[in-house]
């Protein structure tokens, strides 16, 4: 099992992240609408652990479903939806996680409209993002191999941030 590691935020993540997203392009091909750069990797300043998660949109989630062995090559293993529905979920570097997808079609709208709202709410609102950068670094410290445990330690404090960013998005029209 993974020790689950909070680092300080790294400048080098949003390279990463194109890197990675280039690769990625390459095997959507035409079926992409969009690809963003989501999760604590995603906002400056935010402490996180070292994981990259990417959110692409793609036209039909049904043509993800047949490129599986594409995403292998590149080291992802293939976990259909994993929890959420409408969603494909890819993951990389097995125990040592690095990459994650979380790939959703263009219907999904509210699925895509969370990520993306959580997201610039926290590059918005750094003082906030501080608050949930020592709570992550508090969660990993109670439940240092226990990701089911960090997750639940952080759940109350995520649920009301997504719900407070998306008021944020609905107010300015966006």
Not at 34 to 48: E, F, K, Q, Y
């Amino acid at each position: 099992m993974q020790k689950i590691e909070v680092v300080p935020y790294q400048a080098t993540w949003p390279a990463v992240y194109q890197d990675e997203a280039r690769q990625i392009k390459a095997i959507l091909g035409p079926a992409l609408v969009a690809m963003h750069h989501i999760g604590s990797t995603a906002v400056p300043g935010l402490a996180a652990k070292s994981i990259i998660d990417i959110l692409p949109v793609v036209h039909d989630i049904t043509v993800v479903d047949q490129l599986t062995a594409q995403f292998a090559a590149l080291g992802y293993e293939g976990l259909g939806e994993y929890g959420i529905v409408g969603r494909r979920y890819f993951r990389k570097g097995g125990d040592d996680r690095t990459h994650q997808l979380h790939i959703f079609d263009v219907s999904q709208l509210a699925a895509i409209a969370r990520h993306l709202a959580v997201r610039d709410y926290l590059r918005l609102h750094p003082d906030v993002a501080q608050i949930y950068g020592q709570l992550k670094r508090t969660a990993a410290r109670h439940h240092p191999c226990d990701i089911t445990g960090y997750g639940d330690e952080k759940a109350s404090f995520v649920t009301a941030l997504e719900q407070i960013a998306l008021q944020e998005v609905s107010e300015d029209g966006s």
